[in-house]
């Protein structure tokens, strides 16, 4: 039945060809065979026609991307049936001739005939703030020419067609990886003013569209939202990106710094262009942990290895307050960052060690039940050692593992199993033990 109506979705790109041809000089709006979204719904590709609300010429100019992959014969049929068509001069071919390839050219010339008016605003769907190139949707190569040929995104394709987002993986063009957590809110254990100010966050994903469409403050407010989580290692910043992500349904995506960084002039910016080119519109949330290296505090001009390092966190300040998904810089020191980035904050969190009712805390929730802890007094464990929730989780994990490998009856954990893996928790820290 889908394919059934796919098919029914290119013989009206057919349809609107062969018209074309046949009246070179009429308005497309008026004369061109008309297309009615409703009847094309009920599988991926008409749903999503129907829910973006294109215009029948954007929907012809996405049919035309998508003849190489799903109908590359449609216009090799048509010039069989009427050679002489200035069309073909238009289009692109093959090694043998044999197949016909859709180029800019040819666009303008079934949206615009012989009018050089109507085939000059055909130019603008291939604008960069035209909907099918700010959603990724259709690829010209080489960007520049009028012959070049146009085709379908790959990741797009998948969403079109198959309903099915696939998700980019990390490489030299997108310098971030994915990240998801198995974990809930309830495994997030910080002060309630923490855990509402996170919530702050979801109810903007939550109330953004009335905020900014339907009460029109997009013409009064920046797009997007930031944020900044500061505070020591291991106190909970990636989870709560992870969670936030886990809860709004959207995929966060751990920038890799390292990987933007460069000591050449001009192409840190070049690889954040590429980030947030990938990412907007996309309703992603990238997450740039230890932010410091790319957004810290710029320097008094020495030399020009200073003045390019300023001229990055321009670049940066003027991406970030463009882009229309959530940005979470982390850091473990809010003065390390750029005053020109918090002032832009619409939030900064603290993520404070815990205390030792919040440690207490992280034991009991997190301990296995499985353990049989010989003599152990958890609230003097919490009150004497002061460790973040990630040393916690890792000296839960060592003694699990020793108590596993011990084969002792009923997996016993005794006190100096315990403290012994606490004890290495201090000393990777360089904090004195006792």
């Known amino acids: 039945m889908e394919l059934i109506q796919i098919q029914k979705l290119f013989t009206h790109l057919e349809e609107v060809i062969t018209w074309r041809i046949n009246n070179p000089s009429e308005d497309f709006s008026i004369g061109a065979p008309e297309f009615i979204a409703k009847d094309h719904k009920g599988f991926p590709l008409g749903e999503y026609i129907s829910a973006k609300e294109f215009t029948h010429?954007?929907?012809?100019?996405?049919?035309?991307?998508?003849?190489?992959?799903?109908?590359?014969?449609?216009?090799?049929?048509?010039?069989?049936?009427?050679?002489?068509?200035?069309?073909?001069?238009?289009?692109?071919?093959?090694?043998?001739?044999?197949?016909?390839?859709?180029?800019?050219?040819?666009?303008?010339?079934?949206?615009?005939?012989?009018?050089?008016?109507?085939?000059?605003?055909?130019?603008?769907?291939?604008?960069?703030?035209?909907?099918?190139?700010?959603?990724?949707?259709?690829?010209?190569?080489?960007y520049t020419s009028i012959n070049s040929p146009i085709h379908v995104y790959e990741d797009a394709f998948n969403t079109i067609i198959f309903g099915v987002e696939l998700l980019p993986k990390m490489s030299n063009d997108f310098p971030a990886e994915q990240i998801n957590t198995s974990r809930s809110w309830t495994d997030l254990i910080l002060p309630q003013n923490t855990l509402n100010e996170l919530q702050t966050i979801e109810a903007w994903y939550n109330s953004s569209q009335i905020l900014m469409e339907d009460w029109g403050m997009e013409k009064k407010l920046k797009p997007g939202f930031r944020v900044l989580f500061y505070g020591d290692p291991g106190t909970g910043k990636t989870l709560a990106a992870s969670l936030l992500g886990k809860y709004t349904k959207r995929p966060v995506f751990r920038v890799d710094v390292s990987m933007l960084v460069s000591k050449y002039i001009g192409e840190t910016e070049k690889q954040l262009a590429k980030l947030f080119d990938k990412a907007e519109n996309k309703n992603w949330i990238l997450f740039f942990d230890e932010a410091d290296a790319i957004f810290g505090k710029r320097t008094n001009v020495r030399d020009a290895h200073d003045k390019y390092a300023n001229q990055e966190v321009s670049y940066l300040l003027q991406r970030i307050e463009t882009f229309s998904g959530l940005i979470i810089l982390a850091s473990n020191f809010k003065n390390n960052m750029d005053k020109a980035f918090t002032r832009r904050f619409h939030s900064c969190i603290k993520f404070n060690n815990p205390k030792r009712e919040e440690r207490l805390r992280i034991w009991q929730h997190n301990l296995p039940e499985q353990l049989q802890l010989e003599d152990i007094d958890l609230e003097e464990i919490a009150r004497r050692y002061e460790l973040t929730g990630s040393n916690i989780m890792n000296v839960i994990q060592d003694v699990s593992l020793k108590a596993i490998a011990s084969k002792a009856p009923d997996y016993r954990v005794s006190l100096e199993m315990l403290l012994e893996s606490i004890k290495k928790e201090y000393v990777k820290e360089d904090k004195i033990f006792s």
């Open 57 to 142: 010429q954007e929907v012809i100019i996405l049919l035309i991307a998508l003849l190489p992959k799903l109908d590359p014969s449609l216009l090799k049929r048509i010039y069989l049936e009427l050679p002489t068509s200035a069309l073909f001069d238009y289009c692109a071919t093959n090694e043998n001739g044999r197949l016909f390839y859709p180029t800019v050219q040819a666009v303008q010339y079934v949206l615009g005939g012989e009018s050089i008016s109507e085939r000059l605003k055909a130019l603008d769907h291939f604008n960069p703030d035209s909907v099918l190139i700010k959603n990724e949707l259709i690829a010209v190569q080489g």
